[in-house]
């Protein structure tokens, strides 16, 4: 009896041993995680500038949305200027700043933002860094889809025409290497193909953005006597010019759809004079309402899964792009 | 029947506790090692499956663009110059040899079937505006490379083409090619990861731009139909770029940037988890050795320990077995030592015990058996006493029985006295009537007197009937004096009566008889009383006489007028005489009264008695049950004496099987 009880004691005694010698390598395999709720509250909203009409846009929604939420938000604007970015960031992470909402002046230097952020959480609008940069509800993305955007041109484009087997398509591409060039113009192409459609690519060049490069790569285009069906664009910049050479060149902005993204004011204009036939937009709003959202949730140490948009992985959280034709458009002008 | 235990030792049971617990917490310590190195060693894999993928993309677009720049800086520069086709030639000439990657330099076609190139180029072309370059370069400005094809030579190669836009009015071409054999020697030695392969497959058409072998390149994905290759194509068809492991091989995906290339890296699980194994058998290889030498740790420490125990463990055997005459070393200082010494000291008590309990056991059988006869001797004493009480009780039976009597014969007494008192009433009636009769005999005598005094004066001769008068007189006087010696007699009788009551006894039957004279006696009386009247009608019929001689001689009887006066005063005194005997009968009768009330009394008290013989006799009966039942009790003592010497006979014998 007595070594029967003995035997009971080792076994627990052993049992114990294990469970702790477990904890133990869990507990060494824990790092110090858990942001929890920490600084005086207060977040910094840092933006490269607000030229552009969608940022401007942006800025004025998060500081809306953090009004509306009761976050106290401070905002500044670094310029293009990488250094005086992480400055501000360094700034604010030693003044206590809870949080920060960052639109980063160069996607690649994310990494430097966070290290200058120290324990702050961050969102990361407008400019996507890449994933491996981005950490579960603690460096996260608020953007749109850009493969959607492509995508939705593609879809308007191939309903336009009428569904049809084989397309003669011209794309006017962004920068080079930027992730919106990349992502809008392969999910373009993808789409058509996932449809079966033959993709001829009558012209597929890097415009810059800009609407002289997209009107003079036109002119070039009908020189060597390309014949397209539709005209994608990466932008309404772009779009817009390809629409002024083919009114300067008396070819039918209605026969052959040309489509741009962003719902520029001047994109709308187009769209509503019969230009432009399609364009996406980035809502701005959107965006921004997620953006206070996320860090209002981060820096409560909270999760941001349980956002509508946000991925598996916590590292992103997509706001749709909106869709805009002729039929819409006054809504967004 | 017990069933006999099988003997284990210890140091087995300490071995049989330990070792399996051991052996679980080693095993447990293994995989826990296993899964985490496992987790950790699979998540640097992947990490640097994709730093390596990483690395190599950024190498291929860097070749990629650097070339790319180097063509399209010769093409601004053309444009620039916008030459003639001599100036053309001079120019590619120029560039030709400059780049490695194109080593036939760049060359020009125009849409009118014109085609320029370098001078030391092989590179022809029947027909340039037919070919793949020159309709994909028609598609844009900047130069840029489209899908892979064959060249004449029959080596795959790509080309970066673009339209001239020279400004010349002719539309012109320009393009370069690179061998896709400079990639795949790219993409196959830049991986950064040991045993681990790549591949660039263009998914515009799913053609295998660069394989490490040779024979894939140029070929489509889907053709080889390998499991891998045909997870990777299906991975591809689905754009699902994430890292993943097809076919026990962890793959990453990487698309390389402005083309729609698509570089596959992959490295097998096998590898990746091959330290993991080789981990793995180093900890359970280690695990055993610190398992064996636990078990030989153990069994020479308990070999140690429990070696005193060992002794005594054949000590207390022997103690079981009733031996007390054992000898117990103890000379360790531990918890054994302690128990051998705690031993010694409990085997010397009870030595000291057994042995006191031996001498008291003895004196408790001699006490018991001592208690035996003291039980045996107050048994038979309660026995004797039991029947003595039987024959007490008997007596006190008879007793009550006589006692009984007495009160019966009591009784009769008291109604035979009452019957006695009855009848002297009636005498006493009789009496009365008696002197009823004397009192008008009296008056009867007064109106004699009164006639007497009429003719006293004249009746001289009466003198002589007087004197009989006197004599009748005399014999009346007598007959009293008769009347009074009866009322003597009665009186002794009643005495008598009354001294037989005193005694109660017997002689309660004798009273009737003094009843019965008493009877007598009165009947006596009467008689006397007849006897009188008779008398007294004697003395009539001599008056008459005295009235025919007053007759005669009425002057006579005046003068015997005094004499009737005196026969008067006679009269009076008879007649108080039989007054007196009435009032002595009427005595009589209360003695007998008195006597009743006695023999009533003793009836009462003889039952009282009666009662207390009955008190006396339920008195004994519980006496001689009381003996009964000592009797019983001293039998039950003599029993348990019994029983106690057999106990302490079995003790004794019990303690006899300890040897001290």
Known sequence: MKLDRLFKCRVLACMMICIMAIGLMSGCGKSSGGNGASGNGKILFVITDVDDSFRSSLAEAIKTSAQEQGLEIDYQESGDSVDVQKEIIEQAAQNGYSGCICRLADASTALQMEVAAGDMPIVFVNNDPTSELLKDSKYVYIGSPEQDAGKYEAEYVWNKLGNPTSINLVIMKGEKGHSATEGRSKAAIKYFRDNGVDVNLVFSDYANWTDENAYKYMGILSSVGGKYDAVICNNDTMALGVVKYMQDNGISTKDIPVCGVDATADGCASVAAGGMQFTVLQSAEGQGAKAVEAIAAMVKGNSISDIAGATEDGKYIWVDFEKVDASNVANYQ | ?660
């Open chain 2, 1 to 660: 029947m017990v069933k006999k235990k099988k003997q284990g030792s210890i140091r087995g049971k300490v071995l049989l506790s330990i070792v399996p617990v051991v052996v679980v917490l080693v095993l447990v310590l293994v995989a826990i090692s296993t899964i985490i190195s496992r987790r950790r060693l699979g998540d640097m894999a992947k990490d640097q499956l994709n730093s390596s993928i990483t690395n190599q993309t950024d190498n291929i677009e860097a070749w990629m663009d650097e070339n790319l720049t180097f063509f399209s800086t010769a093409k601004s520069t053309i444009e620039q110059l916008k030459p003639d086709a001599a100036g053309l030639q001079v120019l590619l000439d120029t560039y030709y040899d400059s780049n490695t990657a194109a080593p036939e330099g760049l060359y020009v076609a125009t849409s009118t079937g014109g085609f320029y190139t370098a001078t030391g180029s092989t590179h022809t072309e029947s027909n340039p505006t037919d070919t793949q370059w020159y309709k994909q370069g028609l598609t844009r400005v900047n130069m840029d490379y489209g899908t892979a094809y064959q060249d004449a030579d029959g080596r795959y190669v790509i080309s970066a083409s673009g339209i001239l836009n020279d400004a010349s009015g002719e539309i012109k071409v320009i393009s370069a090619d690179v061998s896709l054999d400079q990639i795949s020697i790219i993409v196959n030695s830049g991986v950064k990861m040991d045993e681990a392969s790549s591949f660039l497959v263009d998914t515009a058409d799913n053609t295998i731009l660069a394989h490490r072998d040779a024979s894939k390149v140029g070929t489509d994905l889907s053709a080889d139909s390998s499991a891998f290759m045909a997870g990777v194509a299906q991975k591809v068809a689905e754009r699902d770029y994430n890292q993943t492991t097809i076919a026990e091989n962890l793959v990453s995906f990487s698309e390389i940037s402005g083309t729609e290339w698509l570089l596959i890296s992959y490295v097998p699980t096998a590898v990746v988890y091959k330290s993991v194994t080789q981990l793995t058998t180093i900890l359970v290889v280690a695990g055993l050795a610190a398992i064996l030498l636990l078990v030989i740790i153990i069994m020479v420490m308990t070999n140690r320990l429990f070696k005193p125990l060992t002794a005594i463990t054949q000590n207390i055997t022997d103690m079981s077995a009733g031996d007390f005459t054992i000898d117990i070393t103890a000379d360790s200082n531990d918890e054994i030592g302690l128990m051998g010494s705690k031993v010694r000291e409990f085997v010397e008590s009870m030595r000291g015990m057994l042995a006191s309990i031996n001498s008291e056991s003895e004196k408790l059988m001699e006490q018991s058996e001592n208690s035996d006869e003291v039980s045996k001797t107050m048994f038979d004493a309660s026995s004797s006493q039991a029947q003595a009480m039987e024959g007490l009780n008997n007596t006190v039976n008879q007793l009550s029985v006589a006692v009984t009597e007495i009160a019966e014969n009591a009784t009769t007494l008291a109604m035979v006295v009452s019957d006695t008192r009855d009848n002297s009433d009636k005498a006493s009636e009789s009496m009365r009537e008696t002197v009823e009769i004397s009192k008008k005999g009296r008056e009867d005598m007064e109106q004699l007197g009164i006639a007497m005094e009429g003719i006293q004066n004249a009746n001289q001769i009466l003198a002589e009937s007087i004197d009989k008068v006197g004599a009748a007189s005399e014999e009346i006087t007598s007959i009293v004096g008769m009347i009074s010696e009866i009322s003597s007699q009665t009186n002794l009788l009643s005495l008598n009566a009354s001294i037989e009551a005193a005694r109660a006894g017997e002689a309660g039957r004798g009273f009737a008889v003094v009843a019965s004279e008493i009877g007598n006696l009165a009947n006596n009386s009467s008689q006397s009383a007849q006897d009188i009247a008779n008398l007294i009608q004697q003395i009539r019929n001599l008056i008459e006489d005295v009235v025919q001689q007053a007759n005669a001689s009425a002057k006579s009887i005046e003068e015997n007028s005094d004499l009737i006066h005196q026969a008067i005063a006679t009269f009076d005194q008879i007649y108080q005489n039989i007054e007196l005997s009435n009032e002595r009968l009427a005595a009589v009768v209360d003695n007998i009264s008195t006597v009743s009330d006695v023999a009533t009394s003793v009836a009462a008290i003889s039952e009282e008695q009666a009662a207390s013989a009955d008190e006396i006799l339920e008195t004994s009966r519980n006496m001689v049950e009381h003996a009964n039942n000592i009797t019983q009790s001293s039998q039950d003592v003599a029993d348990n004496s019994h029983e106690l010497a057999d106990t302490s006979q079995t003790l004794a014998d019990h303690v006899s099987q300890f040897k001290i």
